[in-house]
């Protein structure tokens, strides 16, 4: 008896449409079906996680592996969730051929952004965790979805872009350079100016500086006769790619202390004006 009363509740039906039912039973189906699917990809990530000392290319990828299972077993789920409900899927995909091929030419930047995600997952040329230049814009990227990307900027603004940006434009990744990257700070002195001397005076500034690596490969060159200047340049190695503008204000700060006192002037740039006066008045 308490059996009957038991299959009369999980078959009690919500709503019944030809061969189509929704019971308590199927109800339970998908609570728990979803419950799996997440306990399932909750211990997937604490297995694949559990290294607290990850590098940061490893956890980038780790992210694209980790992303892809877990969209292959929401599909997996619901596909599972379908057939319990007697739903063919053939017969669901033929029928609705049509309709697809029509939201598809009227959804194509979409579903271009959906294959972009993919090929970005499987690909994983680029990784949650990499710095990327992108149309001038330097960006951090947070999260690779199918359709779209999460990132931050320098300025911690969130930019979420579609995917197809980053697989049709050109992108420049920072982060596949090796551990450090060259960078490089421009300067002009007055004419007259000791160039040795300001050459040495822009190696310091660089060695001093603790987020520059490898002091060995600071150069500091003459560039060019300017128009109003001596034109230098200092290139040195830094591994704060995505900060390196704080670094480089850092820098220029310590040069312009240095060159006060060893007396070098920075130019500034001059008009001369010459004023002629009409002798017919």
């Keep these: 008896m308490c059996m009957n009363s038991i299959k009369d509740i999980l078959g009690f039906e919500f709503f019944n449409y030809k061969d189509f039912s929704l019971t308590i039973k199927s109800v339970l189906i998908i609570v728990v079906a979803f419950l799996i699917t997440r306990v399932l990809l909750w211990i997937i990530k604490k297995i694949m996680f559990r290294k607290k000392d990850i590098d940061f290319a490893k956890r980038g990828t780790?992210?694209?592996?980790?992303?892809?299972?877990?969209y292959m077993l929401w599909i997996i789920t619901?596909?599972?969730?379908?057939?319990?409900?007697?739903?063919?899927i053939t017969v669901l995909l033929a029928g609705s051929a049509a309709l697809?091929?029509?939201v598809g030419l009227?959804?194509?930047?979409?579903?271009?952004?959906f294959i972009s995600g993919?090929?970005?997952?499987?690909e994983g040329s680029i990784k949650v965790g990499d710095i990327l230049e992108v149309d001038g814009d330097i960006i951090k990227i947070r999260k690779i979805g199918l359709r779209t990307s999460e990132a931050f900027t320098r300025d911690d603004i969130v930019v979420i872009m579609p995917n197809s940006i980053i697989?049709?434009?050109k992108v420049i990744n920072w982060s596949h350079q090796s551990k450090k990257t060259r960078f490089r700070i421009k300067v002009g002195v007055a004419y007259g100016s000791d160039v040795d001397l300001v050459e040495r005076l822009l190696m310091e500034s660089a060695t001093e500086h603790p987020e520059v690596v490898n002091d060995g490969l600071i150069r500091a060159r003459f560039v060019d006769f300017g128009n109003s200047s001596l034109d230098f340049e200092?290139?040195?190695?830094?591994?704060?790619?995505?900060r390196i503008e704080n670094v480089k204000s850092d820098i220029r700060r310590t040069i312009n202390r240095k060159?006060?006192?060893?007396?070098?002037?920075?130019?500034?740039?001059?008009?001369?004006?010459?004023?002629?006066?009409?002798?017919?008045?």
């Design 118 to 122: 993919f090929i970005l997952l499987f």
């Design 78 to 88: 619901i596909l599972i969730i379908l057939e319990s409900f007697n739903v063919k």
């Design 167 to 169: 697989t049709t434009n």
């Design 100 to 102: 697809l091929v029509g």
């Design 62 to 70: 780790l992210h694209s592996v980790y992303q892809i299972v877990a």
């Design 106 to 113: 009227g959804l194509q930047n979409t579903f271009n952004d």
């Design 234 to 242: 200092l290139l040195f190695f830094s591994k704060n790619i995505f």
């Design 259 to 281: 060159f006060i006192e060893n007396k070098v002037t920075i130019p500034f740039p001059q008009v001369d004006l010459h004023v002629r006066s009409d002798d017919t008045k």
